[in-house]
């Protein structure tokens, strides 16, 4: 006789129809939302597989990440600095927390058109909560980004800084960021599984708005035309979590602009999830 | 004979069609262009669809074991991902009752670069596994496949014969009330099939309801109580094995005999 196979299989109880009502769609779309929270073990050891994978058999491991941005950082700051007549004391540690943040944003932008095109082999194989892939992309970026925090935590060492109890506010910034992050996923994830065109024009528009967003430029070398800045979502979502980590209080309008387009996005991403969840597999 | 539960599968008036989607249909470039000059309709209808399931109904009950037979592209894989709640029906409805577990690629999430181990362990979460009893599974799959020394080292390098039977202890780990399986899976050098053969059945005969796509008659004869013959995504004969393959092979069948059921295993 076999020693003990594991007598555990998923309970199931599957009904699925064709022409189904939005209500029914909806219900379809919170239970996805739902099982896949409950499945967050796969979904942080598939993140967390992704990154060792993509670091294995390298000397430094992750902390190459570390390297590089905290090298970047260095090499910009001082030239920067330069450029715009900034005493680096002021304007690296705002430059440090700027790329490590913004190096977040587009990595997760980009990754988030293969959420569901990367794990193909799987959808098509087990009936599987496609939030569990967006639940991934996020946690694999999220410990991309523990990596860089160091960066950021050794220039603020340097240069003797400490935000003070202000960067508490950033907390309530960084939940409404994974949330974004989460809808941004399936929305493009969906999206791009669909028309595979999407994922270079992302990157594209991510390359413009590096340049139109206050990453390597402060905010108030804009002059008077400062008050049009919150009209950039990416600006909003930035400052909410940068300003604090600055010791700065951001302004209720960028607290509006950034609650504002993180309704819009979640709002867009569930109205689309709802939608092609039934889809995305034929479209793999 | 396997224990008769409350596993049902029923499938109604079930449609699949997939869209094909190739060269101009996968980009959103050329749909915007198409719908400014007005010709999105037009698009649309023009659009190639493959039907792979065409109004396909059976329903199924606790100590049931269903073949399906077709040639290829008759839509056996297509119903089998149908009843995994892969791909969801264009029209109809479709109602599993039970665990379910879907052989459909028996490499399911095997990553090369990935040790043992972590295969394991993935595969464990894969199936919604909670994390205390991955222990047990690495326990039943390292000792079955026989690979104490290479669990932590990664399966690139390890030796053809030691993946297909990690491959395979991994599959049969999993006992569901409701086994889909694509293919008898089958592999390994003899010293190693003997014991594949018995693990793969005791699977099988420890499901309530097995629903198995394969092309050998003799798998069929030996496991299966019903046969649905599939032709272009329709069923064209549906009743006792020996009558539709009779059938679908179009001679009469020999009578079974212990050597022909085993031949293939």
Redesign the interface.
């Known amino acids: 006789m076999?020693?003990?196979?594991?007598?555990?299989?998923?309970?199931?109880?599957?009904?699925?129809?064709?022409?189904m009502s939005l209500a029914a769609r909806n219900r379809l779309a919170v239970r996805d939302i739902k099982s896949g929270s409950t499945?967050w073990?796969?979904a942080w050891?598939?993140g967390w597989?992704d990154i060792k994978?993509r670091y294995?058999g390298s000397m430094l491991g992750p902390f190459w990440l570390t390297l590089s941005t905290g090298i970047m950082v260095g090499s910009l700051g001082v030239l920067y600095s330069t450029l715009f007549h900034m005493n680096v004391h002021e304007y690296l540690p705002f430059l440090s927390l700027s790329i490590v943040l913004w190096n977040f944003l587009s990595a997760l932008v980009s990754e988030s058109c293969m959420a569901f095109t990367e794990a193909d082999?799987?959808?098509?194989?087990?009936?599987?909560p496609f939030f569990v892939f967006a639940i991934r992309v996020v946690i694999r970026n999220l410990l991309a980004l523990a990596h860089n925090l160091v960066v950021i935590v050794v220039v603020f060492a340097v240069f003797l800084i400490w935000p003070g109890w202000h960067a508490l506010l950033s907390l309530p910034a960084a939940v409404l960021w994974v949330m974004d992050a989460l809808a941004l996923t399936l929305l493009l994830g969906g999206f791009c599984a669909?028309?595979?065109?999407?994922q270079p024009?992302v990157n594209s528009v991510m390359q413009i708005a590096f340049f139109l967003t206050p990453v390597i430029w402060k905010p108030e070398q804009l002059g008077p035309r400062v008050d049009l800045l919150p009209l950039n979502p990416f600006f909003d979502l930035l400052e909410i979590v940068r300003a604090p980590l600055l010791g700065d209080v951001p302004s209720t309008m960028t607290w509006l602009g950034a609650a504002l387009y993180s309704f819009v996005l979640c709002g867009a991403a569930w109205g689309f999830f709802a939608r092609a969840r039934?889809?995305i597999?034929?479209?793999l | 004979m396997a224990p008769t539960t409350n596993a049902r599968v029923s499938i109604e008036g079930v449609s699949v069609s997939f869209p094909l989607y190739h060269g101009s249909a996968r980009s959103l470039k050329k749909l915007v262009f198409a719908a400014a000059s007005g010709r999105l309709g037009q698009d649309r209808q023009k659009r190639v669809v493959v039907e792979a399931l065409r109004n396909v109904s059976f329903s199924l009950r606790g100590g049931d074991r269903l073949g399906l037979i077709g040639t290829n592209g008759a839509g056996k894989t297509t119903l089998l991902r149908t009843l995994a709640g892969i791909y969801e029906p264009v029209t109809g409805r479709v109602r599993v009752e039970g665990s379910l577990n879907a052989l459909l690629d028996p490499s399911l999430g095997m990553n090369l670069d990935l040790t043992g181990r972590e295969n394991i362990m993935l595969r464990g979460l894969y199936n919604g596994m909670p994390r205390a009893s991955l222990g047990q599974l690495e326990e039943d799959v390292t000792a079955f496949a026989g690979l104490s020394d290479f669990i932590d080292l990664p399966v690139r390098i390890y030796s053809s014969g030691m993946i297909v039977r990690l491959g395979f202890a991994l599959a049969t780990a999993i006992r569901p009330q409701i086994l889909l399986m694509d293919e008898w899976i089958l592999a390994g050098d003899a010293q190693f099939i003997d014991r594949a053969k018995l693990r793969l059945e005791t699977m099988v005969r420890g499901a309530d309801i097995l629903v198995l796509s394969t092309h050998e008659a003799s798998i069929i004869r030996t496991w299966c109580s019903r046969v649905l013959w599939l032709d272009e995504g329709r069923i064209r004969a549906d009743g006792p094995p020996d009558a539709v393959l009779e059938q679908y092979l179009g001679h009469p069948l020999e009578p079974v005999t212990e050597a022909t059921a085993t031949e293939h295993l």
Do not use: N
């Open positions: 076999m020693t003990g196979t594991t007598p555990a299989a998923r309970d199931a109880l599957l009904d699925l129809r064709a022409d499945l073990p796969l050891t598939l597989l994978l294995r082999k799987v959808i098509r194989s087990v009936r599987m669909r028309f595979r065109d999407i024009i039934g889809r597999a034929f479209w």
